[in-house]
Nanobody, 122 residues
Framework: QVQLVESGGGSVQAGGSLRLSCAASGRSFSSYAMGWFRQAPGKEREFVAAIIQSGSRTDYVDSVKGRFTISRDNAKNTVYLQMNSLKPEDTAVYYC???????????????WGRGTQVAVPS
């Protein structure tokens, strides 16, 4: 069992930055691939970024490539999402998730946090 708690959300002006954190409790954090997803108002939840267990490989949706960076610290049981050059279209609730394989598909993740709100006013 893994429990995930996101933090670091807030409201930021367009062009600004935020760093989201996702702290995991329970054993074997390093055995899980981690993903970030987001859900904007009135839209379905979508993939944002993922990182494999060792941290040596990452993947991003095209809309955030070059602006967002996913990383992890297995010693701290934490995964991060550094978000730079934020745009109004990045406004959403951001969720972290844990699974055994790095994937764009939500069904491949077994554990989910409750989310943290990010707002980028236009």
């Amino acid at each position: 069992q893994v429990q995930l708690v996101e933090s670091g959300g807030g409201s930021v002006q367009a062009g600004g930055s935020l760093r989201l954190s996702c702290a995991a409790s329970g054993r074997s954090f390093s055995s899980y691939a981690m993903g970030w997803f987001r859900q904007a108002p009135g839209k379905e939840r979508e993939f944002v970024a993922a990182i494999i267990q060792s941290g040596s490989r990452t993947d991003y949706v095209d809309s955030v490539k070059g602006r967002f960076t996913i990383s992890r610290d297995n010693a701290k049981n934490t995964v991060y999402l550094q978000m730079n050059s934020l745009k109004p279209e990045d406004t959403a609730v951001y969720y972290c998730a844990a699974g055994y394989s790095m994937s764009w598909q939500q069904r491949h993740y077994d554990y989910w946090g409750r989310g943290t709100q990010v707002a980028v006013p236009s």
